[in-house]
């Protein structure tokens, strides 16, 4: 199995060469485990949803090592900081990434670009209170733990997202 830092760059490499969020960057390896790359990382949950320190640890190394790189910005809106992610000009998209083969990452990792951070959040807290945890009342839970963030349709969109994906909870 690749080191995490490499499946940390491997993923950013499939989606385009940039990355915009630590959030988007922790939700997406947590769905692409989901769907078989099995990076090994281990996930609990925090603030946004299915959080992992390793995957976090690993995004330093791979920084550390210069195969990619991180860029602050500020919100226009709020001045919040965000970060950006990118591989370097001449990094090779990987043929596999974990147990994933590059084409199936890719083509998740496009359904995923379509998404706002807070429905890729959303979905990996669905998701982690359904199989994870196994709470009955999932769809009550996360509007306790996610209020504010459901409404306006993501929730909605989370579980299209989900069903797409064949991650869905039954109702």
């Known amino acids: 199995m ?3 830092d490499h499946l940390v760059v491997g993923t950013v ?3 385009g060469g940039e990355l915009v969020g630590r959030i988007r960057l922790q939700k997406v390896v947590y769905l692409l485990d989901q769907l078989g790359m099995k990076s090994g ?3 609990e949950y925090h603030h946004y949803g299915p959080y992992s320190e390793a995957i976090s640890d690993a995004v330093t190394d791979a920084k550390f090592w210069g ?3 991180e860029v602050v910005s500020f919100r226009i809106a709020d001045g919040a900081p965000y970060s950006s992610f990118r591989t370097q000009p001449k ?3 990987p043929l596999q990434l974990g147990d994933l083969s590059a084409e ?3 083509k998740y990792l496009a359904k995923f670009a379509g998404c706002t951070s807070t429905v890729l959040e959303l979905a990996a807290t669905v998701h982690w209170l359904a199989f994870v945890e196994k709470v009955p009342d999932w769809r009550t839970e996360i509007e306790v733990r996610k209020a504010g963030k459901t ?3 993501r929730l909605e969109k989370a579980l299209a997202l989900l069903s797409d994906l ?3 909870p039954t109702q």
């Open 2 to 4: 690749p080191e995490l």
């Open 13 to 15: 490499a499939l989606a």
């Open 41 to 43: 990382a281990p996930f």
């Open 67 to 69: 195969n990619i790189s």
């Open 91 to 93: 990094t090779p998209e």
């Open 104 to 106: 199936d990452a890719k």
């Open 151 to 153: 409404g306006n349709g």
């Open 166 to 168: 064949r991650l869905a």
